[in-house]
């Protein structure tokens, strides 16, 4: 991309928000990833809480690896948290940690997945171990991008 040293010598730059994703995949692929650090609209509160007990009576607890991750994602709300990609292996609990991060947000959640099998996994986890006084709502949508 033209002109592009001058831009990795600047230490900040007000962008259209339209085109905030065209210019993060441009630096991406220049091996020069962004900190973008626009943070996100709050959602509306809902009170959530991981359970003690799932609803087969087993106790249940976060490990520690899976509280630090969801305490680094989310950072406490600042504006550099609640933004990347949690890494962990098959079966290591990255669901847990998503609700996890949900129970620090205490807020509705939009959970994004890659297919119908994954929702039916987030399905499951959310009524095993979480607890909210009030229901839950899912919708499945199956959209193909073009």
């Known amino acids: 991309m033209p002109g592009m040293g001058a831009l990795l010598r600047l230490t900040g730059a007000s962008v259209d928000p339209a085109r905030r994703g065209h210019i993060k995949q441009a630096l991406v692929n220049i091996v020069h990833p962004a900190e973008d650090l626009v943070g996100y609209v709050d959602g509306e509160a809902l009170e959530i809480h991981l359970r003690l007990m799932t609803d087969a009576g087993k106790p249940f607890a976060l490990r520690d690896y899976q509280r630090d991750a969801a305490d680094v ?3 406490r709300g ?3 948290g609640g933004s990347g990609v ?3 292996p098959c079966g290591a609990g990255k669901t847990i940690v998503g609700m996890a991060t949900m129970e620090e947000t205490q807020c509705n959640t939009l959970i994004l997945t890659p297919g119908a099998v994954a929702v ?3 399905i ?3 009524f095993l171990l979480l607890f909210h006084p ?3 709502q899912f919708s499945m949508c199956n959209h193909s991008l073009q």
Do not use: N, P
Request: aromatic residues 22%; contains cysteine; glycine residues 6%.
């Open 78 to 80: 600042a504006a550099h």
């Open 120 to 122: 039916r996994q987030w």
């Open 134 to 136: 009030g229901c839950y």
């Open 124 to 126: 499951m986890a959310i």
């Open 86 to 88: 949690v890494v962990l």
């Open 73 to 75: 994602f989310y950072a």
